[in-house]
């Protein structure tokens, strides 16, 4: 499957319906962002399950300010709705797909847990 564009009339329905969603903030403008492009496109074609989207920062800047993306590219990934990684940079394809091993690698029970502790005040004791 081939990355697809994200805005902001896609952008919360596409995160919150789909199970893994990895997000590339970028600009035409972007060395960097031109140099991961086709990192990112090349692991939405090995990875079927995942949605890959790119936002435009130029064309999609209320989204890009709602994200407070402050420096391209960003790649987030939203593992069932809920935001698990975000980093600056333009990743090797190795680490993209560390990214990638790992969001799927997590107990989204236990972040969920974890969310909820947070949101009720609660300190949640440290996981061994």
Do not use: Y
């Amino acid at each position: 499957m081939a990355s697809t564009t994200l805005t902001a009339a896609n952008f919360e329905k596409t995160v919150l319906h789909e199970d893994i969603v990895l997000v590339d903030f970028w600009a035409e403008w972007c060395g960097p962002c031109r140099q991961f492009a086709p990192v990112f496109e090349a692991a939405s074609e090995q990875h079927d399950d995942i949605v890959f989207g790119k936002v435009d920062t130029e064309a999609e800047q209320a989204l890009a300010q709602a994200a407070n993306i402050t420096s391209i590219p960003t790649l987030m990934a939203f593992r069932e709705g809920i935001l698990v990684f975000a980093q600056p940079g333009a990743l090797p394809a190795t680490a993209l797909q560390q990214v990638i091993d790992g969001v799927r690698g997590l107990d989204m029970e236990a972040i969920r847990a974890d969310i909820a502790a947070q949101q009720n005040g609660d300190s949640a004791p440290p996981q061994p």
